[in-house]
């Protein structure tokens, strides 16, 4: 404020403020130079700038807000990124479905994932205490209630450390040394990603690496062998030839769905075209 502008601000120069929204949006050079911009300008104009594209977002959403200072911005979710970067880490072998944050659920019982791979459905449950084994009862009622979950991962929001409970876990078992035993937890609690990590891994299936062809003919001494390996996979293709897609797929879902396991299962892959003799 000058000292004899009557107490009114010193008005930009409309020029300055025309180069620095050229340079904001990338069609000018930097206009900063010298005393000429006024101090808070360039900030100013850096957060509102096309601001009229955006639509309504709550104050402490606006990104103009939060580019001023004004608001500090919201931190990631802990469990949910632990979850991003687990499905990042198992190859898309893992489909993580993230439930409605807004509802608390029941106390300091909060579901907020299910993790699905090809033969696990994980129920993740947010609990606000260190006392994972207190909540055996709940996770007792998710199995009677939801019979297609395999699992339930009960994650602390104090300390971050989660446990994989089966349904074996939940009820009354019997120790060939000390007799009836009651529901407890498998293993002491472990960071989120490396319980359900583990856990996820050792279901999942393992598939043995195909040679390719221009491997083989490098690697392969003697051109017989190389003959027969690549007879042998010909073979096993025009096997699977009339197993089709739909056909596993309704496999895979009558398992999920609890339509089909142990012996039946066996039975019923025996059965597909190309697997085995029924």
């Known amino acids: ?33 010298g005393g000429s911009v006024p101090d808070g300008l360039p900030a100013l104009l850096d957060a ?28 990631p979710d802990a469990l949910v990124v632990s979850l991003r970067e687990l499905a990042h880490r198992l190859g898309g072998q893992l489909d993580i479905e993230l439930l409605t944050v807004g509802d608390p659920g029941e106390g ?45 991962t009960l994650v602390s929001t104090r300390t971050w450390l989660a446990v994989v409970v089966t349904e074996a876990d939940c009820v009354l078992a019997i120790d060939p040394r000390t007799g009836w035993a009651a529901p407890a937890l498998p293993r002491d609690p472990e960071p989120f990603t490396i319980a359900l990590g583990r856990h996820l891994e050792r279901s999942l299936p393992r598939w043995d690496e195909i040679a390719r062809l221009d491997e083989m003919l490098v690697l392969t001494r003697d051109e017989r062998d190389l003959v027969a390996a690549v007879g042998r996979v010909v073979a096993a293709l025009a096997d699977l030839a009339p197993l089709t897609g739909a056909a596993v797929a309704e496999v895979i879902e009558d398992v999920q769905s609890g339509l089909l396991a142990g012996d039946d299962l066996l039975g019923r892959i025996r059965g597909l075209p190309g697997a085995g003799a029924p």
């Open 1 to 33: 404020m000058s000292p004899d502008d009557g107490g009114l601000r010193d008005e930009p120069d409309p020029e300055t403020v025309e180069a620095l929204l050229r340079h904001l949006r990338g069609r000018g050079p930097d206009a900063v130079t």
């Open 48 to 75: 509102i700038v096309d601001s009229a594209e955006v639509v309504h977002p709550p104050f402490d959403e606006d990104p103009a807000a939060i580019r001023l200072g004004l608001v500090a911005p919201s931190a």
């Open 108 to 152: 300091d019982w909060r579901p907020r994932a299910i993790a699905r791979t090809l033969n696990e459905v994980v129920l993740v449950v947010a609990v606000g205490d260190e006392r994972l084994a207190a909540h055996l009862d709940r996770v007792a009622g998710v199995f009677a209630t939801r019979p297609t979950t395999t699992a339930v």
